[in-house]
T-cell receptor
Framework: GESVGLHLPTLSVQEGDNSIINCAYSNSASDYFIWYKQESGKGPQFIIDIRSNMDKRQGQRVTVLLNKTVKHLSLQIAATQPGDSAVYFC??????????FGQGTELSVKP | EAQVTQNPRYLITVTGKKLTVTCSQNMNHEYMSWYRQDPGLGLRQIYYSMNVEVTDKGDVPEGYKVSRKEKRNFPLILESPSPNQTSLYFCASNSIGDREIFGPGTRLTVT
């Protein structure tokens, strides 16, 4: 079946370094991808999205890259801060609006 | 403020006692969903609704019911809760093809 998955379940980085969180997807027909951040005790919070007609999209300190050839998505966080510590989910938006989530990567930022 | 609200936020109940978790959104979104989140299993969709009176099963619908009588509300009903339904529940809404906005979550414990 279709699935969205993450390569690494945990990621530990030093404060100030850049973080890269990866995600693989298998449905080549999906045309919309989203990254969410979930802090402990809270609901997932939208970070950034990208549509399949783009390869790259930048936000404030975050960049999402989409490689449709290998069905790979990544989230880059520049100058990672302690407040970035959270679980990050990628999600694939299939036709009809159904979202499929990856398992999540826990990002831990060391001071 | 555009948001998704859920009530209650915390609930402890006993096996077999019917309960309802309410969900409401003020963004006029067509699409609403319920998810459960369990350690190691990520977010799994229970039910979703593409519009009023249109609902469909997600990945883990057993033991749950939903209704969509009004566009803004999407209650989740557990007719006879069991301990394996102890979980963290999230309601979400979106416009078709756009990112989902999540509620704050409801932590349910069934003893």
């Amino acid at each position: 079946g279709e699935s969205v998955g993450l390569h690494l379940p945990t990621l530990s980085v030093q404060e100030g370094d850049n973080s890269i969180i990866n995600c693989a997807y298998s449905n080549s027909a999906s045309d919309y991808f989203i990254w969410y951040k979930q802090e402990s005790g809270k609901g997932p919070q939208f970070i950034i999205d990208i549509r399949s007609n783009m390869d790259k999209r930048q936000g404030q300190r975050v960049t999402v890259l989409l490689n449709k050839t290998v069905k790979h998505l990544s989230l880059q966080i520049a100058a990672t801060q302690p407040g970035d510590s959270a679980v990050y989910f990628c999600a694939e938006n299939m036709q009809g609006g159904k979202l499929i989530f990856g398992q999540g990567t826990e990002l831990s930022v060391k001071p | 403020e555009a948001q998704v609200t859920q009530n209650p936020r915390y609930l402890i109940t006993v096996t077999g006692k019917k309960l309802t978790v309410t969900c409401s959104q003020n963004m006029n979104h067509e699409y609403m969903s319920w998810y459960r989140q369990d350690p190691g299993l990520g977010l799994r969709q229970i039910y979703y609704s593409m519009n009023v009176e249109v609902t469909d099963k997600g990945d883990v619908p057993e033991g749950y019911k939903v209704s969509r009588k009004e566009k803004r509300n999407f209650p989740l009903i557990l007719e006879s809760p069991s301990p394996n339904q102890t979980s963290l529940y999230f309601c979400a809404s979106n416009s078709i093809g756009d990112r989902e906005i999540f509620g704050p979550g409801t932590r349910l414990t069934v003893t």
